[in-house]
């Protein structure tokens, strides 16, 4: 029996099913080492990007992203209309629009989280980190944490702050004097 030059080298694989198999890795190799090596040259983009919009920017606004925002520093909650204003430590929130993150207290309970502004939009992320110390009296920690989550728009009036829920303002605060 004459054996080819692959059969002399390969001997191991002289079926046809053994042969099919081999060809079948080798290719499956291939196919993985080209989808990892596309991985490896890929860039990562954050989920912001993703969801921002690509629109061009003029002058102005260029400009204007560069100035402080006014939203950012400490505000102090005067009222929530609607409901009563016997907190046991009057709330604050800590604004700081740059990195979209702000800590405080509720009256009760140390705060901390995220959020989100666009224009006059803000939301802030249902994930708000709150320590769990007992509340007493008669104020409702958990009203201010709703309205918190509940505003989608904000405007700001000499030195007060309305986070509104469309045209309902929910929350008023005042700039706390540094």
Not at 68 to 78: A, D, K, M, N
Not at 97 to 122: E, K, M, P, Q
Not at 129 to 149: H, I
Not at 153 to 178: G, W
Request: with cysteine.
């Amino acid at each position: 029996m004459k054996l080819t030059l692959w059969q002399k080298n390969c001997g191991a694989f002289k079926k046809s099913g053994d042969m099919k198999s081999l060809l079948f890795t080798v290719a499956f190799g291939i196919f993985f080492t080209t989808c990892s090596t596309s991985e490896n040259n890929t860039t990562s983009v954050g989920a912001e990007a993703l969801d921002t919009p690509t629109t061009a920017i003029n002058s102005e606004q260029r400009d204007t992203a560069r100035k402080p925002s006014v939203l950012s520093g400490e505000w102090q909650l005067t009222a929530m209309p609607g409901h009563a204003s016997n907190w046991n430590k009057v709330p604050i929130l800590h604004l700081d629009v740059d990195s979209a993150a702000f800590y405080g207290n509720t009256g009760c309970n140390t705060i901390s989280g995220r959020f989100l502004v666009r224009g006059a939009s803000i939301t802030f992320d249902n994930e708000i980190m709150t320590t769990k110390m007992a509340c007493t009296g008669a104020y409702k920690e958990q009203v201010f944490l709703d309205n918190l989550l509940r505003v989608n728009n904000y405007s700001i009036n000499d030195t007060a702050l309305h986070l509104r829920q469309l045209d309902t303002v929910k929350m008023i605060f005042k700039r706390r004097p540094i």
